[in-house]
């Protein structure tokens, strides 16, 4: 039995099936991934972009950030078939949440790329994507808590209106987890719960080096999960992982879907 069958039976008899995701899987749409050669913090400097600098220097902050959202989104985008083959899975039942560390709302365009419309109804307990680090299309007052799409905001920035600010006076922030800000608790409580719950977890194309998405791979192995790793490189927990497939998530995610769609 190959790998891709092993890990196809584990999630035929799955209760719980939870994928982590990182910018790998969203490498094939043409969105840039951080780490690796090429990475986005090999030409930007990770410093400019910390909620530090953001609380200390707004204009500087938002100056900079043009530039690095035109980067990572500034072409429009699609889900390639490894976004639709999660979706589909989730269509079919056989996995329960995607927890994603992206910010580019590719599983979210894939869902109902998939769903024509009728969206998978949430499960009880909360959304069936879970954006860990928020989402870059949309910005939030951190005065009122108004949220706005990103594009205005980021074209009066580019206009000069540095840092860009909220009807009521607040500054706008891009909607996204910063370097040094916390996460929402209840989101990563609920990541934290949903690995613990998982009789299987998929951690896709993800360096798995950023905290806290890094430790729910162990929380998963600690409870008595099947983890298998997909990506084009190493990460830190490849020899706890079940199998680990060091191919491109195009190949596998699909094949996957197909080897669970022929049972
Ligand atoms: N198929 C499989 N794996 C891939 C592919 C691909 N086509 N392309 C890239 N990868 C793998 C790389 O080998 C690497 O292991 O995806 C991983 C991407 O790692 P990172 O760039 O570090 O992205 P990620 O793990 O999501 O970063 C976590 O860091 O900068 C912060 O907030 C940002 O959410 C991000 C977090």
């Known amino acids: 039995m190959d790998d891709l069958e092993r890990l196809a039976a584990d999630l035929r008899t799955a209760e719980t099936a939870v994928a982590l995701t990182g910018a790998g899987i ?8 951080f780490r690796g050669d090429g990475g986005v913090w090999d030409r930007f400097d990770e410093g400019q972009f910390t909620h530090g600098r953001f609380q200390r220097d707004p204009a500087g902050f938002w100056a900079a950030r043009i530039d690095l959202q035109r980067e990572l989104f500034g072409d429009d985008h699609e889900p390639n078939v490894a976004h639709e083959a999660l979706a589909a899975l989730q269509q079919s039942g056989r996995l329960e949440t ?3 560390q992206n910010t580019d709302g590719l599983h979210d365009d894939a869902a109902e790329a998939i769903s024509d419309g009728d969206r998978l109804q949430t499960p009880l307990d909360g959304p069936s994507i879970l954006e860990l680090h928020g989402n870059a299309r949309r910005v939030r007052c951190v005065d009122c808590g108004q949220r706005a799409e ?3 905001i980021f074209e009066r920035a580019a206009a000069g209106e540095l840092p860009p600010r909220c009807d009521c006076g607040g500054l706008f922030k891009p909607d996204v987890v910063l370097f040094g800000e916390q996460l929402p608790g209840a989101a990563i409580q609920r990541a934290r719960s949903l690995a613990r719950e998982s009789d299987v977890f998929l951690a896709i194309g993800s360096s798995l080096v950023v905290e806290p998405a890094a430790s729910l791979p162990r929380i998963a192995t600690g409870s008595g999960a099947t983890v298998a790793v997909v990506t084009l490189e190493e990460t830190p927990f490849d020899e706890l992982a079940d199998v680990v497939f060091r191919r491109d998530v195009t190949d596998v995610l699909p094949a996957l879907y197909e ?3 022929e049972s």
């Open 150 to 152: 990103a594009d205005p």
């Open 98 to 100: 995607i927890v994603t």
């Open 26 to 33: 969203s490498a094939p749409s043409g969105v840039p991934t």
């Open 259 to 261: 080897r669970l769609e």
